[in-house]
């Protein structure tokens, strides 16, 4: 891993995820560290991209499974205010699970020369499995922040964060580790 090479990918770190319509208490525990993490990276120029659901209420086939959340233009599509969303960071909308699928995230990253993606966010099993999945077949490396990530549940969180390691062979750091690998 190059620090000129890495980007952190912020994955659904939204108002109706954190507080609002799927609200995850798990997540807000991780708002701490998250913050941590993307201040320390903006101060050492590592590119900070938010993966954001931005759905179109009574079209986007995943509203059927979850019910209505992020519905683009709503407070509860907006980033939690902690994470202070600034004009440096980039935001990518997306109506998937995968920060990928049928967003611009690839063109991005391939001109911004990113060969690394720490993956940060909600959910491990879901969101963030398959931005991770979708970055690995395209020849990313995948790192995990393992302080910055969460699920509904430790099972969830933890079946995740092995699925990771074990299928696309991410590494997985805390977020004190990161920080430490940015200042070097």
Known sequence: MKKDKTAIL???MLNDFVTG???????????????QLLKSAREH??????CNDAHIKGVDHELKLWGDHAIV?????????????CDK???VPKRRYSGFFHTDLDLLLKELGIETVIMTGLHTHM????????AYCLGYEVVV??????????????YGIDYLKTVYGASVYSVDELIEFFKK
């Not at 922040?145 to 933890?158: E, H, P």
């Open 21 to 35: 319509a799927l609200k995850c208490d798990r997540g807000l525990a991780i708002v701490p560290k998250t913050a």
């Open 10 to 12: 912020v994955v659904d």
């Open 127 to 134: 969101c963030v499995r398959h931005t991770s999945a979708d």
């Open 73 to 85: 233009g709503t407070k509860g599509a907006e980033v939690i205010p902690e994470l202070e969303l």
């Open 89 to 91: 960071d980039y935001v």
């Open 45 to 50: 120029d590592v590119p900070v991209i938010f």
């Open 145 to 158: 922040a393992k302080d910055a990530t969460d699920s509904f549940t430790k099972l969830d969180y933890d």
